[in-house]
């Protein structure tokens, strides 16, 4: 079984600053996805941004970028040029590559709520 | 294309009633997993079906709680006699296929029994 944990419960930022949200995960699996959610007060899940396990290029959408550390099983996102709108919780995913039940099936962390100050 | 469409978005149960929960997938999407968020908590996985068969509720709890996807309309999690325990949000999210690792998310439910 897979487990995912957000260390961080709480965080914040001011506007245009840059913040980084850890994350740590436990597998046994080689081959797997990792995902950044973002559920903002209207509890919409939002996928931020996707990494592919067996790609070892950071994976970067916009001001959202990641550091993956597959041997230490680290999945960190940095917010740069935070902006109001990204306060919302954040929650890493895990979600396994091969075939069988288990495909499509997402393990979420406890998540971070991320403030951004004016 | 209207996304995954959840209903109701708030529904209030008196201890030992039944709680139906909707979800009508993204168009063209046939497989459906369903969430619960306790609160302070992350989601955790439920149950995840394709349409008319279960292939997956190693997160469903093994009593009062069921989960079907007809053929036609939406996918419905059923929770009979229902506890304060079970007092969440449910989400559910849809992907077109199995090797479609982007799931689209409902806004979810918030069950609240009272």
């Known amino acids: 079984a897979q487990t995912v944990t957000q260390s961080q419960p709480e965080m914040s930022v001011q506007e245009a600053e840059t913040v980084t949200l850890s994350c740590t995960y436990d597998t046994s699996e080689n081959n797997y996805y990792l995902f950044w959610y973002k559920q903002p007060p209207s509890r919409q899940m939002i996928l931020v941004i996707r990494q592919e396990a067996y790609k070892q290029q950071n994976a970067t959408e916009n001001r959202f970028s990641v550091n993956f550390q597959k041997a230490a099983k680290s999945f960190s996102l940095k917010i740069s040029d935070s902006q109001l709108g990204d306060t919302a919780m954040y929650f890493c995913a895990f979600m396994k590559r091969t075939g069988g039940t288990s495909y499509g099936k997402l393990t979420f962390g406890q998540g971070t709520i991320l403030t951004v100050h004016p | 294309n209207a996304g995954v469409m959840q209903n109701p978005r708030h529904l209030v149960r008196r201890r030992g009633q039944e709680a139906r929960l909707r979800c009508s997938p993204m168009?063209?999407?046939?497989?459906v997993y369903w969430y619960r968020q306790l609160p302070e908590e992350g989601l955790k996985f439920m149950v995840y079906?394709?349409?008319?068969?279960?292939?997956?509720e190693s997160g469903m709890p093994k009593e009062r709680f069921s989960a079907e996807f007809p053929k036609e309309g939406p996918s419905i999690l059923r929770i009979q006699q229902v506890v304060r325990g079970d007092s969440a949000a449910y989400f559910c999210?849809?992907?077109?296929?199995?090797?479609?690792?982007?799931?689209?998310f409902g806004q979810g439910t918030r069950l609240t029994v009272v």
């Open positions: 079906l394709q349409k008319e068969n279960i292939i997956d």
């Open positions: 999210a849809s992907s077109l296929n199995q090797g479609n690792t982007e799931a689209f």
């Open positions: 168009k063209g999407h046939s497989h």
